[in-house]
């Protein structure tokens, strides 16, 4: 065996039930390299790092960590190996605060001093750019701030081995350029790193070798300078998408939303959004672009009735709806797809079925009763439209992949016909073809007539299909340009705060 | 010394019958696991106890093994509900049952019996001379001074110490903590253990001290009440100190007030109130998310 491989994985196989998540991968991850993993939704990546982190134990095959052959019993065990994996779904605990969770991943810390753990952070502050609020809940923070926390924890813990599942999937551009940068300087140090994300400009811009796996099965391992996009989609499901295109040209209608200066707090108390006044009209997507944390969730939670203005007004469809809550808005036609919808969208100990219903479940009642047929034909109606990986309806919607979850949330909130449908990051966490169809379905139904209030920290999603873009920063919005005037410099401008 | 101050003092000796089991419930809830068997260990411990301290005249030795014993019926506890994932409603209530069955049992030979060592005050060096609280505090027996110590230190190790994040982590999201490494199993049995342990002490306390002799359910519902003491303070140690000797003042001033012409019965019903006010408080979402049930609580780990 030689030395310079880190993880050498052969021959695994892994079954769930009737799934096939693994079949026979075989998998090598060398010292000093960032390897990515590169697949569909529910191909198996997030399976067979998760047999690498020892969570989950493999039918068949061999693991060998630097050279000598391994049983990974457990995530502890991994972690005295050296590996440590940030989960695509963090792992962090909510109640928490960040100092709490890097002193558990310290081995000097035994009291939680104030001082000891900020010495132990400093370094990696300054070098990495990785500042988080020590004090903080983790239940306070954005997801851009807890995948700070997440790579802090593995590189406190001094793990040699890394495994990152589509960490960007929630950062922007910004922060992504940031994380690389850690990265890089982290693969120079002999670090080896798994890389798994959907964005294949990404992939070939940080990684140094590529593996593709699609159903379950290897299909191949190339360097990454012999990779070009359109030969990894072309592995990876076989063709590449066309990008959807928002050529819906007819004039939108009259606004479904106005919000008049409006004020919203965060968690900790303090005011995230300052005073923004928009509206979106009907037959239009709205697009606000922006750093994550810089208030779009608290604006969304607003919008969606659940969380209250301080200060301002918020009109739906001509009614003002300050304090509504979120069952009579979605009555009126709200829909709704939150960040981080796989904690707060799904019931993971439901079924497939059952979450496709969550939003307007009375529509499927009887008498006051659930009719289990219609509740079954609408959710095969819509894993066939939007294409979702489920072993069967009566399934827990935990056992999906992360990315089939996601599609689940916004196969059921598109679905309603809504008047008004914001949405937080619907693409975050799907594959190239998943985010495409997604797009469409979200110009298909401003075709229809329904009002879009996207929230993005993708560029080129905002540019490719919204009609406005607004982008905001620190709670006020910063710009706002109609689609012809969109500027991509412009935008990552002010994105980052700059003052044109 | 006035009536005032005899009050306090019994309030709080009242109050550290409850105060262990509460502080060892406080413990293991906070690790994840519900253990509805307090009353029965409580009775177990008692009995252990008080048997002990007749046959051997060791007031020490009958703390200690009503300890063993307690920590013992925690062991099984956790057997069924952290090993084999049973439900831990359904164990604690026949946990319960078991030992208060097994106290009866043990204890027929000793109803009626007078006690041979209880545990006397030891007045504090210079402490209790001081006027009012010198009396109220520093003139009570061992296991109320343990009990000044024991809730402090509890505290500090939730809240102050790696263990303590790591127990909580266990009864927050066991998931996650088992990622960071932590062997959240081992940490459910320990905190359960040690918790019943404590309800163990408990019950050593009020068979040496409180009410010393041994009758059948002598315990009176203080397991349960300890229970409901735990959602009042909330899963603090520190507040448990304030909830378990407020319980103890509403016990004691209940024969007080008697004298007075106040209905007993009415003021009775003022912990149980205040109870129900403190579950209503903590289930406010914003409360919650601060001070409220730890989020893993009862439910096995893994799931499914
Ligand atoms: N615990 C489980 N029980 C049952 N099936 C599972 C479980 N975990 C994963 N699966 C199934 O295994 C397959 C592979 O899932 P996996 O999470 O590895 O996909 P993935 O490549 O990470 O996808 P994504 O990009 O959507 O995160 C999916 O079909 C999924 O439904
Ligand atoms: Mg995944």
């Known amino acids: 065996m030689e030395e310079s491989y880190a993880v050498l994985m052969k021959n695994i196989t892994k079954k769930f039930s009737s799934t096939v998540a693994n079949y026979r991968v075989d998998f090598d991850l060398r010292k000093g390299e960032i390897h990515a993993l590169l697949g569909e939704n529910g191909a198996g990546k997030t399976t067979l790092m998760r047999i690498l982190y020892g969570e989950i134990q493999p039918d068949e095959g061999e693991i060998f960590v630097w050279g000598k052959k391994t049983v990974v019993k457990s995530p502890s065990h991994a972690l005295r190996l050296g590996i440590s994996m940030v989960h695509q779904h963090f792992r962090l605990v909510d109640s928490l605060t960040v100092a709490e969770h890097l002193a558990l991943c310290s081995s000097e810390v035994r009291f939680l001093s104030k001082r000891k753990i900020e010495n132990l952070v400093a370094e990696y502050f300054k070098e990495y750019y990785l500042k988080v609020d020590l004090d903080a809940h983790i239940w306070q923070l954005s997801a851009g701030e807890k995948q700070k926390v997440e790579i802090l924890k593995a590189l406190i813990r001094g793990a040699r081995i890394l495994v990152l599942d589509e960490p960007t999937s929630s950062l922007t551009p910004l922060e992504v350029k940031d994380l690389f940068r850690v990265l890089h300087k982290l693969r120079n140090r002999g670090y080896a790193i798994v890389f798994i994300s959907h964005k294949l400009g990404e992939v070939l811009e940080i990684s140094d070798r590529i593996t593709i796996l699609r159903k379950g099965k290897k299909v191949a391992t190339i360097p990454a300078s012999e990779a070009d996009p359109v030969t990894l989609a072309k592995l990876m499901v076989g063709d590449l998408p066309s990008p959807a295109k928002n050529t819906h040209t007819s004039p939108p209608g009259g606004e479904v939303l106005q919000v008049k200066s409006l004020y919203v707090k965060n968690d900790r108390g303090g005011i995230a959004v300052r005073g923004v006044s928009f509206s979106v009209r009907k037959g239009e997507i709205f697009g606000v672009i922006g750093v994550a944390g810089n208030g779009q969730r608290e604006l969304a939670e607003a919008i969606a009735g659940l969380r209250k203005p301080v200060k301002g007004e918020i009109f739906f469809r001509g009614i003002l709806v300050n304090g509504s809550g979120p069952r009579e808005l979605a009555r009126r036609g709200l829909a709704y797809i939150p960040e981080e919808s796989f904690k707060t969208a799904v019931l993971p100990e439901l079924t497939v079925a059952e979450n496709s219903i969550l939003r307007y479940y009375w529509r499927f009642t009887e008498k006051g009763f659930i009719k289990k047929t219609l509740v079954e034909k609408w959710a095969k109606s819509l894993i066939k439209e939007f294409d979702i990986l489920a072993e069967g309806l009566h399934v827990k919607a935990k056992s999906l992949s992360g990315g089939n979850l996601q599609k689940l949330v916004i196969a059921r909130e598109l679905s309603s016909k809504p008047e008004l449908l914001v949405a937080v990051n619907p693409t975050a966490g799907l594959d190239i073809s998943a985010s495409q169809r997604t797009r469409e379905k979200l110009l298909e139904i401003k075709a229809q007539g329904s009002g879009v209030l996207l929230f993005t920290e993708d560029i080129d999603e905002a540019l490719q299909i919204c009609d406005r873009i607004a982008v905001i920063f620190k709670g006020s919005f910063k710009g706002l340009f109609s689609r012809e005037e969109a500027d991509v410099n412009k935008i990552s401008l002010l994105m980052a705060g700059v003052d044109l | ?304």
């Open chain 2, 1 to 304: 010394m006035n009536d005032l101050e005899l009050l306090a003092h019994e309030s709080i000796a009242a109050g550290t019958v409850l105060l262990y089991a509460t502080l060892g419930e406080i413990l293991a809830e906070r690790s994840g696991v519900l253990n509805l068997g307090l009353e029965g260990i409580m009775m177990l411990g008692a009995i252990t106890a008080f048997a002990l301290s007749i046959t051997t005249g060791s007031v020490v030795l009958s703390i200690l093994v009503a300890f063993a014993v307690g920590c013992l019926a925690g062991l099984l506890h956790s057997a069924v509900c952290v090993s084999m994932r049973g439900n831990q409603v359904v164990s604690g209530l026949a946990l319960a049952m078991l030992c208060a069955g097994i106290s009866s049992v043990l204890g027929r030979n000793y109803v009626g019996v007078p006690p041979r060592t209880i545990l006397s005050a030891v007045k504090v060096p210079i402490l209790s001379e001081i006027p009012c609280l010198g009396y109220i505090l520093f003139q009570q027996n061992i296991l109320v001074y343990l009990a000044y110590i024991v809730a402090p230190l509890l505290w500090f190790i939730l809240f102050k110490t790696k263990i303590g994040v790591a127990i909580r982590a266990c009864g927050d999201d066991p998931l996650s903590a088992e990622s960071m490494g932590i062997n959240v199993h081992l940490y459910r049995y320990l905190c359960t253990v040690l918790g019943g342990g404590f309800a163990g002490i408990s019950g050593a306390y009020l068979t040496l001290s409180y009410t010393p002799f041994w009758v059948e359910n002598i315990t009176a519902g203080r397991g349960w009440i300890s229970l409901a003491l735990v959602i009042l303070s909330t899963w603090s140690p520190l507040r448990a100190v304030l909830a378990c000797y407020f319980f103890g003042f509403c016990e004691i001033s209940q024969y007080w007030l008697q004298t007075l012409k106040l209905n007993p019965y009415l003021l009775g019903t003022i912990p149980y109130l205040a109870t129900i006010a403190a579950i209503s408080v903590v289930s406010v979402e914003k409360i919650r998310k601060l001070v409220g049930a730890p989020r893993a609580l009862g439910k096995p780990y893994p799931e499914d």
